[in-house]
């Protein structure tokens, strides 16, 4: 007997092969709360470092991929220990689950992905409210608050950066691409996207990805990327090999909003020098995203 299984539950299923596979390589640190928006409880991490004192700090916002949660994200990218290091604090949103895998979250980053997109979420929404909780938390310096993300966590960072401009000083994309048809709002925003030149779920060339796992068909990262240098009003670009074994690509901007792109020769669809079993198989190298990420980011802020 064949079995036909409903669209949205196929379609999370499959999702499910996309996400990071969990380790306990540490307990996560960061205290779970609730917001609430346009009715529904939303929920998300918030890392504080021991060092905090009272002053403003900068936060950093890192999404879950495509049927990933907070916990996982906050126990895989290594983010904790580059806040503890720098003096930031760190948000992991939870993104939306279905009734049957419920902390199998997805984002709403325009075409992509799962639930969230057939449920047409407002998660640009939802991180606004958060901001505003989290400043009720702790003293929050809303000038240096940067998005990073996973897969449909890099693509929710990209919405961010074309619909919330004014929160949000720099977007840090890692294996994800641009899932809206255009980003005219991201001028102010900087840009550093990670990419795996061997990613075969978001490939760099675009596409399905392998076994059209999404059901999505992904703009390459070329495209993405000449979108935003539009935006950005970019004229050419260079390139120059690092020593940690990415490349960099950089395009000429005239604003204080750069675009780049480090490339991992070789890299997959991982978080490069995360902490799971799956990042270490999948890259092997001496590019720690979650340090890029910051050091890329901190050099930016809002002018409120």
């Not at 991490?45 to 996982?72: R, T």
């Not at 070329?222 to 670009?237: D, N, R, V, Y």
Request: with cysteine; aromatic share 6%.
């Amino acid at each position: 007997m064949r079995i036909t299984l409903p669209r949205p539950l196929l379609s999370s299923l499959l999702l499910l092969l996309l996400a990071p596979q969990a380790v306990q390589a540490a307990k996560p640190e960061g205290q779970l709360l609730d917001v609430t928006v346009a009715g529904s409880i939303r929920s998300y991490k918030l890392f504080v470092p021991a060092n905090a004192g009272q002053g403003e700090l900068p936060l950093m916002i890192v999404m879950h991929g495509g049927l990933g949660n907070a916990d996982e994200t906050e126990r895989t990218t290594g983010m904790n220990r580059v806040a503890a290091s720098n003096r930031f604090m760190v948000a992991y949103p939870n993104g939306t689950g279905s009734r049957l895998l419920h902390n199998r979250r997805t984002w709403n980053a325009g075409k992509c992905c799962g639930p969230a997109v057939e449920q047409n979420v407002d998660d640009v929404r939802f991180i606004h409210a958060m901001l505003a909780d989290i400043a009720r938390q702790h003293p929050l310096d809303r000038s240096r608050v940067y998005a990073t993300g996973m897969s449909n966590g890099a693509m929710m960072a990209y919405r961010l950066a074309c619909e919330a401009p004014r929160d949000i000083a720099a977007i840090i994309p890692v294996s994800g691409t641009l899932a809206l048809d255009s980003c005219a709002g991201a001028q102010g925003v900087a840009v550093l996207h990670i990419h795996g030149s061997k990613d075969s779920n978001v490939p760099y060339a675009g596409g399905m990805g392998e076994n059209a796992i999404a059901g999505v068909a992904h703009r390459s990262v070329p495209e993405t990327l000449q979108i935003m240098a539009k935006t950005h009003s970019c004229g050419g670009s260079s390139e120059q090999a690092l020593p940690d074994g990415s490349q960099l690509t950089s395009w000429s901007c005239p604003r204080q909003a750069p675009v780049e792109l480090r490339l991992i020769p070789n890299g997959e669809h991982a978080w490069p020098g995360g902490d799971s079993r799956r990042n270490r198989k999948l890259y092997a190298g001496h590019f720690s995203a979650s340090q890029a990420a910051w050091d890329f980011a901190r050099q930016f802020r809002k002018n409120h």
